[in-house]
């Protein structure tokens, strides 16, 4: 459902004193709404891992490439190691906000790295980009759990074809802050993206909408404990729309109950308290003023028209989406690698040395 059509709806069945607008599927991918494509929360219980930092066991003969199949974890279209192998963007930026295991990036402009537990990946596409994601399965003798949340923000017409952008922030600069409610319960927020309260993350990048000082985009996380409350502050403009989406829990909204997992488009404009359910609740809160463009996808390009998705594939075939300095199409670090980005112009980044 496009953003417009949800404050269509929204407009017709919320009461002046209802905090919830509307609700919004929250399955695999969420329902999103302008300016973000697509949301999703990824999880995967993944074995012990073998020398080659793929599965120890079997996978059940299930076919590599088999996306979100049963049984706890995929292969994705990893063959040796899970993941997604090299594969191409054009148009919008993607945020990977990854919160258990290890993923390893590399990139058709230059830049590579591995990333951790509470780290994000800011990644703008712009006028092409090639990228691979794999999650190598670093410990032999436990299991290697995958959690991340992908989230794809739409560029505005203007900015679709900018080079491409690739940065880290670090769990070590993001900032996050434990809220206490007046009868003591705990809820920690993580801000990945606009400012909440007293917590100011990293600035987005150039070229994205969220650096724009009025796009009022946000990317929050929450997990509160049982019955915690903790309360949403309202925007400056209207216009913003503001959804949370409960991943896990129960939460409760002006007297109302919603068990995830859920999208809950809510009132921007005023204060809105949460109260955590009886077994807790975790949530991400996706807000921004809408770009209101025309969008047109074409497999992993977003456009503003079918013309523009044709000039992405043909550039895309003719070599224009970068060089891939890379050994194969799933590249992977050794075992031994701890935490670290090289840049495309060479330099490198080692957090936990910091």
Do not use: C
Not at 97 to 115: E, M, N, P, Q
Not at 336 to 348: E, N, V, Y
């Amino acid at each position: 459902m496009g953003n417009f059509e949800v404050m269509a709806k929204q407009a017709k069945t919320a009461s002046d004193e209802d905090p919830v607008l509307g609700e919004l599927p929250a399955g695999f991918p969420w329902t999103t709404t302008d300016p973000f494509l697509f949301g999703a929360h990824q999880k995967d219980f993944y074995p012990a891992g073998n020398r080659d930092m793929g599965p120890a066991t079997d996978s059940g003969r299930r076919p590599a490439g088999e996306e979100f199949s049963t049984g706890g974890w995929s292969m994705y279209y990893g063959k040796t190691v899970p993941g997604f192998p090299r594969h191409p963007h054009r148009g919008f930026e993607i945020i990977t906000f990854l919160t258990k295991g290890t993923i390893d990036h590399s990139d058709s402009v230059g830049a590579t790295g591995r990333y951790g537990a509470g780290d994000v990946q800011w990644l703008t596409a712009g006028r092409g980009i090639e990228h691979a994601e794999l999650y190598p399965l670093l410990d032999e003798r436990a299991p290697n759990t995958i959690e991340l949340f992908q989230i794809w923000l739409n560029l505005p017409a203007s900015e679709k074809m900018v080079d491409p952008y690739f940065t880290m922030l670090w769990r070590e600069n993001l900032p996050r802050a434990v809220l206490k409610d007046d009868a003591g319960r705990s809820t920690e927020v993580v801000a990945v993206a606009g400012r909440f309260a007293d917590l100011e993350p990293p600035p987005a990048p150039r070229d994205s909408w969220a650096s724009n000082s009025e796009s009022d985009v946000a990317i929050w996380q929450f997990l509160a404990e049982s019955s915690a409350a903790w309360t949403l502050p309202p925007t400056a403009r209207p216009q913003t729309v503001r959804t949370l989406y409960v991943y896990e829990g129960t939460v409760e909204l002006g007297g109302k109950a919603f068990a995830g997992p859920i999208g809950l488009v809510l009132r921007s404009d005023r204060l809105v308290e949460v109260t955590a359910g009886p077994n807790g609740a975790a949530a991400v809160v996706l807000q921004g003023r809408p770009i209101a463009e025309p969008v047109v996808m074409g497999g992993a390009f977003v456009m503003n028209d079918q013309r523009e998705i044709q000039e992405a594939y043909r550039d895309h075939r003719n070599g224009r989406f970068g060089s891939w300095l890379w050994r194969g199409d799933a590249p992977v670090h050794p075992r031994s690698a701890g935490r670290f980005a090289t840049h495309p112009d060479g330099t490198t980044e080692f957090p936990e040395a910091v």
